[in-house]
T-cell receptor
């Protein structure tokens, strides 16, 4: 069985600052993928970034980067230079054999 | 558009009725997934289809739930004899991903908000 834990239910961050969203996981699979999705209040799920369990380098995608520490089973998302449009719910998910298992999410509010 | 399309966007029905939710995946995507998002349970996997293989139904909560994918494209999720606890947003996603071919992101539709009275 797999488990994803996001310990921060909500965060406030000031515009232009960086924010780190925590994600830890538990899996017995040797090969897996880790994903981060953003869900604004409008409801759509937007893919942000992906990290494969065998990838040696941390994934980056524009202002998003993933701090992957395999031994600690953590995959924290870093958003640099926060913008007002970053206000949303952020979900960490682990994928194995097709299925995504999501964490409970972290609500991020960016303030001017 | 080029994204995952779901219909209807909203559905209100009475307890005990059957409902059908439709998903039209991104053209060329071999894998199609259904998830459910509710306040109490968060995001839950329901079922996924991959190419012509038998679907993985391990997330379906009861035998009132079923899904099919015709012609490897459009999928329909059917809930029979709906109950109030079935109220949720039902999300469909598709991807190029297939087992053994590496992970690809799942792209989600806007969902169907189902309300059972």
């Amino acid at each position: 069985a797999q488990k994803i834990t996001q310990t921060q239910p909500g965060m406030f961050v000031q515009e232009k600052e960086a924010v780190t969203l925590d994600c830890t996981y538990d899996t017995s699979d040797q090969s897996y993928g880790l994903f981060w999705y953003k869900q604004p209040s409008s409801g759509e799920m937007i893919f942000l970034i992906y990290q494969g369990s065998y990838d040696e380098q941390n994934a980056t995608e524009g202002r998003y980067s993933l701090n992957f520490q395999k031994a600690r089973k953590s995959a924290n998302l870093v958003i640099s230079a926060s913008q007002l449009g970053d206000s949303a719910m952020y979900f960490c998910a682990i994928e194995s054999w097709g299925k995504l298992q999501f964490g409970a999410g972290t609500q991020v509010v960016v303030t001017p | 558009g080029a994204g995952v399309s779901q219909s209807p966007s909203n559905k209100v029905t009475e307890k005990g009725k059957d409902v059908e939710l439709r998903c039209d995946p991104i053209s060329g995507h071999t894998a199609l997934y259904w998830y459910r998002q509710s306040l109490g349970q968060g995001l839950e996997f329901l079922i996924y289809f991959q190419g012509n293989s038998a679907p993985d139904k391990s997330g379906l909560p009861s035998d009132r739930f079923s899904a099919e994918r015709t012609g490897g494209s459009v999928s329909t999720l059917t809930i029979q004899r709906t109950q109030q606890e079935d109220s949720a947003v039902y999300l469909c996603a598709s991807s190029l991903w297939a087992v053994g071919e590496g992970n690809q992101p799942q792209h989600f539709g806007d969902g169907t908000r189902l309300s059972i009275l």
